[in-house]
């Protein structure tokens, strides 16, 4: 007798537990949410802790969420996406330490590879805070490309046409350069031209005297904006 309820109650038990996972995906939680930021030294000066991480935390309560930041200051684009080619009129001299195009690409993904090793992702966004390396250095007019591209490659090698991606358009440290201008032009067009893409602005976070880099206050700001973006575009989502 004292058998059989037992029996009776664990069997109850799994019955609740499993209604419970039941409910919970149908109410659309117990995803697996990837985030991957990287870029120069203003995604290097960004402490996903103090505002992005908790931020997309609360935007999915119900789900695991992943952040993977790679970023490394002064580097150009070119880090990162593989395929890119110089201007026709611009001699392109390597970084201290860059190993070819693409390199810190490889770094990222690395990264990525060892946080999801044994889970299922269900979503992936993509968030980008790079490009004053290019705009300052004659090469901007291949960014826009370069930028599509480098969204193109994740996406390839990911296997996630579905990912999506945030762009923090460069401040107005420089408004009124032209290799400045231009990289914040090709980084609206590639967000606005693109699904899965959204942009951020960041000409407030950088301080009174308009310095290239960002307060300590404007960082925090900024993992704040980064995080209502990619809840937006995955509000897109049919997942």
């Known amino acids: 007798m004292c058998l059989y309820r037992a029996t009776s109650c664990l069997a109850v038990g799994v019955l609740s537990l499993l209604l419970a996972v039941t409910q919970t995906q149908a109410a659309g939680g117990g995803k697996t949410r990837l985030f991957i930021l990287s870029g120069q030294s203003n995604m290097a000066g960004l402490n996903p802790d103090l505002s992005f991480t908790p931020a997309v935390k609360k935007a999915f309560p119900d789900d695991d969420v992943i952040v993977v930041k790679s970023a490394q200051g002064g580097q150009p684009i070119r880090r990162w996406y593989k395929s890119w080619k110089a201007p026709a009129d611009v001699q392109v001299k390597a970084k201290p330490g860059e190993k070819g195009n693409g390199d810190l690409y490889d770094v990222l993904m690395s990264k990525v590879q060892a946080a999801v090793a044994g889970k299922k992702i269900d979503t992936v966004t993509f968030v980008w805070m790079q490009g004053e390396a290019d705009a300052k250095t004659g090469l901007a007019a291949v960014y826009e490309e370069s930028l599509r ?31 400045w201008d231009a990289v914040r032009a090709a980084q609206e067009k590639v967000a606005r031209e693109d699904a899965l893409g959204a942009w951020v602005d960041t000409d407030d976070l950088n301080g009174p005297k308009n310095d290239l880099h960002y307060t300590r206050d404007g960082y925090v700001e900024l993992g704040r904006r980064f995080a209502a973006k990619c809840a937006e575009l995955q509000a897109r989502s049919p997942k």
Do not use: C, M, W
Request: a positive charge; aromatic letters at 4%; hydrophobic letters at 30%.
């Open 149 to 179: 591209g480098l969204v193109k490659q994740l996406r390839d090698d990911l296997k996630r046409p579905d990912l999506s991606f945030v762009i923090g358009r460069l401040s107005d440290h420089r408004n009124g350069t032209a290799g």
